[in-house]
Antibody, heavy 120, light 111 residues
Framework: EVLLVESGGGLAQPGRSLRLSCAAS????????MHWVRQSPGQGLEWVSG????????GYADSVKGRFTISRDNAKNSLYLHMNSLRPEDTALYYC?????????????WGQGTLVTVSS | QSVLTQPPSVSGAPGQRVTISCTGS?????????VHWYQQLPGTAPKLLIY???NRPSGVPDRFSGSKSGISASLAITGLQAEDEAVYYC???????????FGGGTKLTVL
């Protein structure tokens, strides 16, 4: 069974940092691109960032560019999101998901999400 | 700014057919990138419903179907059931963004 399990969410003050992790199992991790997608309370889905299988290609939404850094460790079957300079508008449920490539954005499956709350 | 436009809401009675539209632009759907559809039931993570315009993953009932033409796509649901009440999102690749783009979501209400 393919599983994606996010962790690392919590409460952070504006301007502080958090690191999210996603543990993958049940598939060959380095065969796939990986992504973070977030959903603010009561709102729609927003793609945050994606990384190719070998980390050679990376993309970010304009809303997080320069503040967030995506990375992966294929030896550990893990995906990360380093979030710096957090803002209240970054408050959301953050999902980890995979796709065949960075341009073939068929996201399946999704993790259960980890909640990030940015508030003083 | 790149946008995929969906109606905020649709509704239908049990057994009826509904469609949800998704309109993009020349830099996403019009550039021949595939559209994918997701179903998000209340309190759960999104689930892939239709991929590559018309394909259903294993386990998705054939009541759900997708189509795409030019910069537009649509999701059709026939034989509506109460359990179909959810929010549906279309999604594609946006070349100007270098990443994925989601529609705003459409809430389906089964009357």
């Amino acid at each position: 069974e393919v599983l994606l399990v996010e962790s690392g969410g919590g409460l952070a003050q504006p301007g502080r940092s958090l690191r999210l992790s996603c543990a993958a199992s049940g598939f060959t991790f380095d065969d796939y691109a990986m992504h973070w997608v977030r959903q603010s309370p009561g709102q729609g889905l927003e793609w945050v960032s994606g990384i190719s299988w070998n980390s050679a290609s990376i993309g970010y939404a304009d809303s997080v560019k320069g503040r967030f850094t995506i990375s992966r460790d294929n030896a550990k079957n893990s995906l990360y999101l380093h979030m710096n300079s957090l803002r209240p508008e970054d408050t959301a449920l953050y999902y980890c998901t995979k796709s065949p490539t960075l341009t073939n954005v068929r996201f399946d499956p999704w993790g259960q999400g980890t909640l990030v709350t940015v508030s003083s | 700014q790149s946008v995929l436009t969906q109606p905020p809401s649709v509704s239908g009675a049990p057994g009826q057919r509904v469609t949800i539209s998704c309109t993009g632009s020349s830099s996403n759907l019009g550039a021949n990138y595939d559209v994918h559809w997701y179903q998000q039931l209340p309190g759960t993570a999104p689930k892939l419903l239709i991929y590559a315009n018309t394909n259903r993953p294993s386990g998705v009932p054939d009541r759900f179907s997708g189509s795409k033409s030019g910069i537009s796509a649509s999701l059709a649901i026939t034989g509506l059931q109460a359990e179909d009440e959810a929010v549906y999102y279309c999604q594609t690749y946006e070349s100007s963004l270098g990443g994925s783009l989601f529609g705003g979501g459409t809430k389906l209400t089964v009357l």
